[in-house]
Structures are given as C-alpha cells and as structure tokens.
C-alpha cells in the first residue's frame, strides 16, 4: 500500500495530510517517506584497464557518450581510447570507436563534442572489422586493452600473425631512422611505440601499451618514455638500438612471408 | 642546422620511396586492411619529405631538370629494389607497374616538377 502526498507548511512544524479512509497506515505506525521523484540512475560504462581517471575527464567521457547516443540510433557500442586516458592532460584529442554496421557521418557528432572544448577522433567500424583489427593489428589490440566503453566488450579472439599487413606497419616506423633531426619528440615516440608493438606482437605478447611503454624503456635504457617525447635522448646510441631492433623484426617478417605462413 | 642541398635531396628521395612503397604494399593487402586510423597520424614519410622539400631550392618553384631527373630515377631504383626484395620473398600482388605513376605523382605533389 502506498499513499502519495504532499508536504504542506505547518506552523511550528510541516505535515503530510492523508485520507481518513485508508487501508493501513495506522495511528501509530511508523512509515518511510522519501520523495517520490526517484534519483536518475548513475550511468555505468564499463572500464579496461584504466585504473583511475580525473573527475573531470569522466564528465567528458559522459557528454561524450550522450552525443552520440543522441545522434546515432543503431550502435553496438562506443569505445573511449588513446592518450585520452592516460594521466595527465598531455593528451590532444579523444579516440572514438563507434561499433555500427551502418553509415555514419561524424562531422556533426565531432562538432558537438568541440564544443566540450575537445578535438574528437571518431572511428567508424563495424563488428567484424574491429574483431579483425583486434586479432592481426599490434596497435589495435595496444589501444583496445586499455578503454572505456558503452556496453561490455569482450572479444575473445585468437592472435593471427599477418606478416604482409605488419610489413606495412612496421614501414612507417622506418620513417624514424634517416630523419631523427627533423622529428618532434612526440613523432619519434609514436614511430618507436609502433615499432615496438610489432616487434612484441611478433612474439607473441599480448599487447597493452604499459607492456610497450615498459620495453621500450628496457630496451633504450630509459628511466621514463618521456624522455623521447621531450627529445633529449642520447641520438647515436639510440639510434644504433633502434635500427638494430627495426633490422630484427624486418627479417623476421620476411621469413614469415617467405614460409608462406598467411600466404594463400 | 643548415643541411647542405645534396643532403637534402637524399633525404627527400629516401622518404619519398618509402611513402611509394607503403603505398604500393597498402595496395597489395587491401582487402586485410581495415582503417588505419592511429597509424595515419604517425609522422608519414610523404609528410617528412615535404618537410625537407621546403628546404631545397629553388623552394616555390621546379627543380631543373636535372635535378628531377635524378631525383626520379633514384626513387624509381630504390622503390623497385624494396619491392623486389619482397617479391623474392614470395609476397605476391605487388604491383610494380605503379611505380612509375606514383612517383610522378609524388613529384609533382611536392612541387618538385
């Protein structure tokens, strides 16, 4: 039994009248009023990896969710990556995965989100391109071990060694080793990351980006990686390690072409 | 630092040819490929060499021609020797009779011709 009333203004204290002819709520009982409005319920997303993030950034996270939540209707989830969701606020802009398998136009729901004061990078992708990515792209699974997402997000995926797309990744990373005087700090960090994730990739870890983080700053004996995003590594040694390590993984992916593993 | 003119210029050739090949290779896994978006904001090596090509002059205008000449033919001879390299290998769906387009293209994108 319930009864919705109304607090009226008393004199010395307010009141809440209800009908003489009622079932229970006897003289004397002791009743539980509470307002009837119920609280909206906390919205809950679902975190990977990100062991703690600044108020601040999880309201962006918020209003980023109702954006697109508002403007597309059939989605299967959203993803919230990158250098987003490390500490600090070094980042530059907010990774989006929208999982659809429709057609989506992102200039408005990437407009909207400026006005959060953000640059947003959307990625449109269904769910077979994403598991894809998940299973044969280094960078893919590094970005994917650490995320916020809208709905639970499980892909339990088997790691597939494709040698021809990780020639193709490991490429841009050659970028590095003729042109470190021409390069930001920033630059020569994405292009060893890259590197490096494909050389990790290629023995078989599975990927997260403190893995890589962690093995770069063993392999260059650095005490932090932001030593390279500050460009005041040691460029001769350092480059001798970094050529000596793209060197390593180039060959290993030309025998993998060579055996034929994922020729057809 | 001042970098002197020749220097440059092999530079240039080195990042050019490997934006040619990267190109040439996204071509030959296109159907395994899925959107590149992270790695595309890597520093790209078409986008080094224009870096390098605002320091060669003549900047706003054709180099002479023998300049260009040169500069194709080392592209062309590097490109064609990494592809290679994969084609022993055994990579198949490398194309080479692209090379000569892109590399046109490339010049001509970077105001080289």
């Known amino acids: ?264 | 630092m001042a970098q002197n003119r020749n220097k440059l210029i092999e530079l240039f050739i080195a990042n050019i040819s490997n934006a040619v090949i990267h190109e040439i290779l996204e071509q030959a896994v296109i159907e395994e490929f899925i959107a590149d978006k992270y790695r595309k904001e890597l520093a790209t090596s078409f986008e080094v060499a224009k870096r390098y090509r605002e320091k060669i002059n003549p900047v706003n205008k054709p180099l002479p021609d023998k300049d260009i000449a040169y500069i194709k033919t080392k592209i062309i001879n590097k490109v064609r020797a990494e592809l290679t390299t994969r084609i022993s290998k055994g990579y198949k769906n490398i194309d080479l009779d692209l090379i000569g387009n892109l590399v046109d293209k490339a010049l001509k994108d970077t105001e080289i011709e």
Do not use: W
């Open chain 1, 1 to 264: 039994m319930e009864i919705i009333g109304k607090i009226s203004k008393g004199s010395k204290m307010d009141q809440i009248y209800i009908p003489k002819n009622r079932t229970g709520f006897c003289i004397g009982n002791y009743v539980i009023i509470k307002p009837l409005e119920e609280k909206k319920p906390v919205e809950r997303f679902y975190f990977y990896d990100v062991k703690s993030i600044e108020p601040i950034k999880l309201e962006i996270v918020k209003e980023v969710m109702r954006i697109i939540n508002e403007n597309i209707e059939n989605y299967e989830n959203i993803i919230v990556t990158g250098s987003f969701l490390d500490e600090g606020f070094q980042f530059n802009d907010i990774d989006i995965i929208i999982v659809t398998e429709g057609k989506i136009s992102t200039s408005k729901i990437e407009n909207e989100i400026k006005k959060t004061g953000i640059k947003a990078h959307i990625l449109i992708l269904n769910n077979k391109a994403l598991a894809r990515g998940f299973e044969s792209d280094p960078l893919y699974q590094m970005m994917l071990s650490r995320c916020i997402t809208k709905k639970r997000f499980i892909y339990k995926t088997k790691q597939k060694i494709n040698y021809k797309l990780l020639d193709l990744h490991l490429l841009k990373s050659k970028t590095l080793i003729d042109n470190s005087d021409i390069l930001s700090g920033s630059e020569k960090y994405d292009l060893i990351r890259n590197m490096m994730a494909v050389y990790l990739y290629l023995q078989g870890r599975r990927l997260s980006k403190e893995l890589v983080d962690n093995e770069i700053k063993k392999s260059f004996d650095l005490r932090d990686v932001n030593r390279i995003k500050q460009n005041i590594i040691e460029k001769k040694s350092f480059l001798k390690k970094y050529k000596s390590i793209y060197d390593k993984t180039f060959i290993k992916i030309l025998k993998g072409i060579e055996s034929g593993a994922e020729q057809e």
